[in-house]
């Protein structure tokens, strides 16, 4: 199943969820947020979101400063 994350085309298992996503693009730890659809995405439900074909993702790494 392709979906956009970041502005570029990704294809993901039917069954991917957010955690496997963020798993997969070796994005580990840290602060970051995610967005589907305009939509954010709470962090307590990345093991159970799933993706929808074309779906349109956004994810940011939340930097801090002073």
Not at 47 to 60: C, G, K, L
Request: proline residues 3%; glycine residues 10%.
């Amino acid at each position: 199943m392709n979906i956009i994350v970041n502005g570029e085309s990704q294809t993901i298992e039917a069954s991917c969820t957010a955690a496997q996503l963020i798993e997969q693009m070796g994005i580990s730890g840290g602060r970051i947020a995610m967005e589907v659809n305009r939509e954010i995405v709470p962090r307590s439900t990345y093991e159970t979101h799933r993706f929808h074909p074309n779906d349109i993702v956004e994810i940011v790494h939340a930097v801090g400063g002073g």
